[in-house]
Structure formats: C-alpha cells, structure tokens
C-alpha cells in the first residue's frame, strides 16, 4: 500500500474559464425563448417548502440500507 | 399459423418451450423483417450474428428442457444500455464508436433470461428529445402513417427506435427508458405498449445518465401482457445502484385479466384544458367508459400544482444532464479531437460530439445551477416538485389509479417545423408524462381503441401508486 500523496495537477493546466457568469445568462436567453419559459417555476409560493429528496419517494430505501451500512 | 414475426412474447416464449419452432428460426424470421424494414432507421446497430449464436444456445438448452423465462425471445434494446462488447452510442457523435466493456444491469437480466439480442434501437440524443430527430445517426420514422398522407412521422421519443421496432414487427419487444416519457409518448405514437415503473424499481446501472434522479428503465410492447413478463425479468433491486429497490418482484402478467371490479379511478379536472384536441378527448372518455364497464369507479380529481411541472421538470433535467454529460471530455473515452491545449481540446470534443439540442441543455444546466440563479431556478424547481409530489400522494389517498391521455397530440410529421425550431413546443408535448417522473410513480401508455381524425393511434396513461404496477397491468388490459 502507498501512501504517496497523489500530486495536485498544476494551476496552469486547468485555467479558469474565460466565460462569466453575465456571458452565461446572455448565452441562455438566445436559447430559443427557453429560459423564459424555466422562469414560469418563479410564480410558485415555495415559501416554507422543503426542496425534493429523492429519498423522500416512498418506499425508496436507498439512503436508510446506506446509513445502516 | 401466424407470421412469426406476428407473435406476441408470450406466443414466442411458449411456442418455443413447446417446440413448435426453433430459436434460430424465431431470431432469422426478425433478422429478415429488419432488413425489410431498415428504412425506418429503426436501429443504429444490428447484432444478426450474435442474434443466431444465442438462439442456437437457447436451442440447445430448450431441447434439454432448461429453457428460462424468457429462452429465445428476441429483443431490441434502446442505445443507451450498455451492452458488454456492443457499441453503445447514446445516439451521439461523442459516444460513436465506444464498445462498452461493461453489461447494464437490466439488459444482463433479460440475457440471463434467455433473451437473444436483435441490436441497439435509435433514440433521440442522450435521451434529450421527444421525436428521435435529434439522434446523430439521423432521424426513425414510425412506421405508421396518416390517413390520405404520405408523409413521414416521429415515432416519439427519446425511445423511438424501440417503439417503432416493435410497432414494425422488426422485434417483438424492446427495452427503452423513460425520464420524462420517453417510454410512454413513443408508445402512444406508435400504437404500442410503454410501461414506465416506480422510481428504483429497475437498476439504472450501466444505462448512460441523462437525469438521475429522473431516469428510470421500461419496456415497450405490443401487449400489456408482453409487458408485464418484460418487467419481470428487468426490476430487482442492485448494489450497483443504490437508488434500487430491494423488493419483492412478483409475476406481473398475472394481474392482465384480474377484477378490477371496485377500483377508484381518478381523472384530473386539470389535464382537460382549453384547446385539448376533440379526438383525444373522445379517447379519453372512451377508456372511462371501458372502466366504468369493467366496475371501476370514476372520480374527478385535482393536481392543480401540474401547470409548472413542465419548466420544473426541464430545469432539474438540464441541471442533472448538464453534470452527468460532464463526463464527455475526450479523455478517458469517446471522441477526442486536438487543441493547443487542454482547455482547447476539451471545447473542441465537446464542440464537435455534442448535438444541438443536447449543447442547449447544458448550456441552460449550468445556467439554472449557477451562483446567484441556483435559488431561483434550481432550488425553486425542486420545491415545485416536492410539491407535485405531495399532489398526487394527497390525490392517491382516495384513488388507486389515474387516467389521463399520454400525449396531447398524436404522431406529427417529419419536418413539421412548428415542432422542429421551437424547442418549447416540443418541450410541450411532454406535458402528460412528466408529473409522473417527478413524483418517482410507475405508469403505462396503452393504445385507445379510439383512432385521431388523422386515423393515429392515441395513447392512454394509468398513472399508479409508488410499486402499483400490478394494478395498472390489470387496468391497462381493461382500457384499450
């Protein structure tokens, strides 16, 4: 067994990407009306709702067998 | 004696127990149809040869009397199951000539059943679609057409290569998946069966990831019977995904013919909106009235949250896609093309392997999960679902199952650029089938003996409890 630390890839390999986040939106409202109509979800009281967990489907046990392992 | 080829799966699987015919015979008879039938694009690989070195095992064991559940039957299967040694595409440039090395957990069960492998089924890029247009290797047509009009038209999708397959004779089953009805639309615009089950009812290791927490497997039949000894074989639980259900799996084709006598079924005020066309109407009424007939008791229900689950649904699909498809990057495997550098190769690959339509989903994914429009569009979306969710738990307190149309529309042509160029108009036609995934329940399409003005097949939807399968089989046998 190795305990040789697995090297970190150098900064210069991975630059950041050029694109921010302002390009991002710009590039998502040309997509065909799309995100005007993703937008529709805003109009929903959510107010106190919890956001969806795929382990509250019932009678998924997934995430209970996990934690008991 | 009936065409082979004009078998159900169960005609098949008992004709070959009883020796009426050989699997070698079986498997050549849908070799032939599929090359009459190449035309429609129906498939983007044909496996003839391993087809007949697995029928000619099946044989073998059959005449020893060892023959499994499903010993000779052939079956299609939808591109995005990896099938060890088979090239598995998605559909997609990126993903052209990747062999697996690996067998999907589903497609591994049906070969340990006995079942022979016809070839991998055209669908709509990584699942993304709802015509099968968006596919790399270009569209399939459904083999049915309107009436007084030749034009061509989508199958559905994104499993429209299974379901035209099966419509068309080249395979007596097939397995798709569904992640926002992609079993159950192409099913309806096909005139065939799509069985969409509970959420971790069948493995999803080893199907490619468009939406996790979405996708589920299916299979697409001509009968629901067909489909319920498909689903047989396919659910089960898996330690390889541990979203699997470790459940009971019991023989479904036993409820097709059970007493449905006393069953409540629900029909949501929601989904007969303004401008729903007068055909599907009429079909709808029709499979009311069958269940009325068969003893069922109709009651008018409400999921009045369903009018967002359209652009819910989309956002997290987009988010989960945008993230699974991550893994394209031209390093490890798929399309790899040159850059000066690393980030260079990586825009190029993914540049060049990417559809259209797949590039808007990550594009607007990344958007719905980036800082500062996470809350407003990720974040939101998943209240909207939990929401839905708690509409149909509430709506399933009193009923045992709802019935509804599949799809709005029936089969539209090729070409059709109302559909084509408008994204949201396609994203539309999903508008009965995607409650269903959000909330993880189980649902089948099954052809409505009511025809669209077009002479179309329309499909039906039952849409059950979490693991009511063997309910909707039951009903599904009564509506159409």
């Known amino acids: 067994v190795t305990t040789k630390p697995v090297p970190t890839p150098k900064p210069e390999l991975l630059p950041s990407h050029p694109m921010e986040q302002a390009d991002l939106r710009d590039i998502a409202q040309e997509i065909g009306g799309v995100l005007d109509f993703l937008a529709v979800v805003q109009a929903v009281d959510t107010d106190g709702v919890k956001p969806f967990d795929i382990a509250d489907v019932k009678p998924y046990d997934g995430a209970k067998k996990a934690e008991q392992e | ?480």
Request: proline share 5%.
């Open chain 2, 1 to 480: 004696m009936a065409a082979l080829t004009d078998l159900s799966v169960r005609e098949l699987r008992d004709g070959l127990k009883a020796r009426e015919f050989s699997a070698v015979e079986v498997a050549q008879a849908f070799i032939d149809r599929m090359d009459a039938t190449r035309g429609l694009n129906a498939y983007i690989t044909e496996t003839p040869e391993r087809a007949l070195a697995d029928a000619a095992r099946s044989d073998a064991l059959l005449a020893k009397g060892e023959g499994r559940a499903l010993e000779g039957v052939p079956l299609a299967v939808k591109d995005n199951y990896c099938t060890a040694g088979v090239r598995t595409t998605a559909a997609s440039r990126i993903l052209e000539n990747f062999i697996p090395p690996y067998e999907s957990t589903v497609s591994q069960k049906m070969w340990d059943a006995g079942a022979v492998l016809l070839g991998k089924t055209n669908m709509d890029e990584f699942a993304m679609g709802s015509s099968t247009a968006s596919s790399f290797f270009g569209p399939t047509f459904n083999p049915l057409k309107a009436k007084g009009d030749d034009r061509n038209r989508a199958p559905g999708g994104s499993s429209g290569g299974s379901a035209a397959a099966v419509a068309a004779r080249s395979a007596p089953a097939a397995l798709g998946s569904d992640t926002g009805g992609s079993v159950r639309q192409p099913a309806s615009f096909c005139g065939v069966v799509g069985l969409k089950p509970t959420y971790g009812r069948c493995s999803r290791y080893g199907i490619i990831a468009y939406a996790s927490s979405l996708d589920q497997a299916g299979p697409i039949a001509r009968t629901v019977e067909d489909a319920a000894i498909l689903l047989t074989a396919m659910a089960g639980g898996d330690g390889r995904d541990s979203t699997s259900l470790d459940a009971p799996v019991p023989g479904f084709a036993a409820a097709v013919g059970r007493s449905v006598k006393g069953l409540r079924i629900g029909v949501p005020k929601e989904y007969r909106m303004e401008g729903l066309r007068a055909d599907v109407l009429r079909a709808w009424d029709d499979g009311i009235a069958r269940l009325k007939d068969a003893g069922c008791e109709i009651v008018e229900v409400s999921l009045p949250l369903s009018k967002y689950a359209l652009p819910a649904y989309y956002i997290i699909a987009m988010a989960e896609a945008s993230s699974n498809l991550a893994r394209y990057d031209g390093v490890r495997f798929g399309l790899r093309v040159e850059g000066k550098s690393l980030a260079e190769m990586y825009e190029n690959t993914r540049s060049a392997g990417f559809g259209a339509e797949v590039k808007r989903r990550i594009l607007l994914g990344t958007y719905t999960l980036s800082a500062g429009y996470y809350d407003a569009y990720y974040k939101k979306a998943q209240q909207v679902r939990a929401l839905i969710k708690q509409d149909f738990d509430r709506v399933f307190e009193s009923v045992d199952a709802i019935l509804h149309p599949t799809s709005p529309i029936p089969a539209f042509a090729l070409g059709d650029e109302s559909f084509e160029n408008d994204p949201v108009a396609m994203y539309l036609i999903d508008i009965f089938t995607i409650t269903v995934n959000l909330a993880g329940l189980p649902a089948i399409s099954v052809p409505s003996a009511v025809l669209s003005d077009e002479g179309l097949p329309l499909g039906l939807q039952l849409v059950g409890k979490p693991m009511g399968e063997e309910t909707l089989v039951g009903l599904g046998g009564m509506v159409g």
